[in-house]
């Protein structure tokens, strides 16, 4: 049995995928993956507005990283399409990626380059004008400004963790994806991260998170989604539900999984 | 972006962690020296050796030291998945592939600019070239072991046992270069002119060609996940 939240529409239709009429910034339609004969995602529809923050939520296993993965084009969707505003994932792969900025797992930086170096690798990469400005005034905003000239393996856990955060925004990307961005934060790397999201979606960027903290989640997010088993099966604007609802939904979620 | 800009951005990166911690290249000329070492002692100290098993004795040092550096050019990219930070970024997995032969080929060259003169110091009494006509030789199978190994090390890196398979696909494929590079240096360590060796020089030049464009098509596939 799937469960439906009070006060939302949830039948057996899909979620809506879109809150405008608007083209969508990002186009996500029928999208599926297979690992050998599991699939990860079943058909995922999704509409994305620039400007919009989506916080997806589910259990372990139910393809919020592979979702992403496909998104951030690190994975080849067995059926289905994705657009980000007239570039086709397949057909304009590096126009696509330009746009992209990801917070993963792992930190995707250069353990035996400096901080700056770290930075300014990157920034060179996509092409920014100023990568050494760029990379700088980065590392201003992460308060590692004191730190450039130290190897990446040298810096603590946050400090590296901010580092991340810095790299993942050197080119300014106009679609951000976070996959389980607080994990292991300390305080001060996860205040920083908040106030880059905060700054981010004041700029209209568009971001999508996945992370099972339902409280950081929430507090910035513009709308709503649970995955479970590789398929959308909630997805409605935050206004639409308050935080203690929506916990008590999400809770259904995991224990029919 | 051009993609000259970019391979110049990656290679420059590469070289600069290298340099800066010397680990492949410290490997690299230490194992192979090594190998000469030991080879000379097999051999017997003091005894001669002629231009054919001095030939095949260098090729075995430089071969053999080069597959360490060749694994740990893509172990490191593979540390906190800067691998996938390549792949979302705007590069191409073309100009990834061009950089990291690039990095390869450039190693190989540094290590042996160490074994061709201890390779000299120890066998070269008896040996009539100088070490200059072995630079054709030299330099198109670094090529060759280059655009080969880079492609096979990206396939081995994402697998357990990286470093026992790596050789393991990486010396059939080079086999038909080694031999010819075995041939041509053997001509060369025997006085003969270079227009001599040209029978084994085409064809090595015609690997290089080859190798270089199936890895440069069929690394996208090599360096995904998927």
């Known amino acids: 049995m799937r469960l439906r939240p009070k006060n939302t529409c949830r039948t057996k239709r899909k979620p809506k995928t879109s809150v405008s009429d608007q083209p969508p910034f990002l186009s996500i339609s029928g999208l599926r993956k297979s690992y ?65 900025g990801m917070v993963s797992h792992q930190s995707f930086v250069y353990q035996d380059l400096s901080v700056l170096e770290n930075l300014e690798f990157y920034a060179a990469l996509y092409g920014v004008k100023q990568p050494r400005e760029r990379s700088l005034e980065l590392l201003e ?12 393996a040298n810096l603590s856990r946050g400090m590296q963790q901010r580092l991340t955060i810095a790299r993942a925004l050197v080119n300014d990307p106009t679609l951000l994806l976070l996959d389980e961005p607080y994990t292991g934060l300390d305080e001060h790397a996860a205040s920083v991260l908040r106030d880059q999201l905060q700054l981010l979606h004041s700029r209209k960027r568009t ?15 513009t709308r709503l989604g649970i995955l479970t088993r590789g398929e959308l099966v909630y997805l409605e604007p935050k206004k639409n539900i308050d935080q203690a609802g929506f916990e008590k939904l999400y809770f259904q979620h995991l224990e029919t999984v | 972006m051009s993609s000259l800009r970019q391979v110049r951005f990656l290679l420059g990166k590469d070289l600069r962690i290298e340099l800066r911690k010397k680990e492949s290249l410290v490997s690299m000329a230490f194992f192979g020296t090594l190998i000469l070492v ?4 097999a051999n017997g100290i003091g005894r001669q050796v002629d231009a054919e098993t001095g030939a095949g004795i260098l090729w ?22 800067c691998v996938a930070a390549l792949l979302l970024s705007p590069v191409t997995a073309g100009e990834i592939y061009l950089a990291k ?41 670094n090529l060759g072991f280059s655009t080969t190994g880079t492609l096979v090390s990206a396939i081995s890196a994402g697998t357990r046992r ?47 060609v080859v190798f270089t464009a199936a890895g440069y098509l069929l690394f996208p596939f090599a360096i995904r996940e998927d």
Do not use: W
Not at chain 2, 60 to 81: C, H, P, T, W
């Open chain 1, 141 to 152: 905003q992460v308060n590692l400004l004191d730190c450039c000239d130290m190897l990446a």
């Open chain 1, 207 to 221: 971001i999508i998170m996945v992370t099972h903290n339902l409280r950081r989640g929430m507090e910035s997010a």
């Open chain 2, 38 to 41: 030991m080879l000379n002692i």
């Open chain 1, 36 to 100: 050998g004969g599991r699939e990860a995602l079943r058909g995922i529809d999704l509409d994305l507005q620039r400007g919009e923050f989506l916080c997806l939520f589910g259990p372990n296993g139910a393809g919020k990283s592979t979702l992403l993965k496909i998104v951030a084009t690190l994975l080849r969707p067995s059926a289905g399409q994705v657009n980000l505003l007239d570039y086709d994932l397949q057909e304009h792969p590096e126009q696509y990626r330009a746009q992209l």
């Open chain 2, 101 to 141: 032969t690039l990095v390869n080929f450039t190693l190989m060259l540094l290590a042996e600019l160490v074994l061709v003169p201890v390779f000299y110091v120890l066998f070269g009494a008896q040996l009539n070239a100088a070490p200059l006509t072995l630079l054709p030789i030299l330099l198109l199978v």
């Open chain 2, 162 to 208: 990286n470093e026992v398979l790596l050789p393991i696909l990486l010396f059939p494929l080079i086999l038909p270069l080694t031999a010819l590079a075995v041939k041509a240096t053997s001509g060369a360590l025997a006085a003969k002119p270079l227009t001599a060796l040209l029978d084994q020089l085409e064809p090595m030049a015609a690997f290089c």
């Open chain 2, 60 to 81: 075995v040092a430089i071969i053999f030291s080069s597959v360490l550096g060749l694994g740990r050019v893509f172990a490191r990219e593979k540390e906190n998945g």
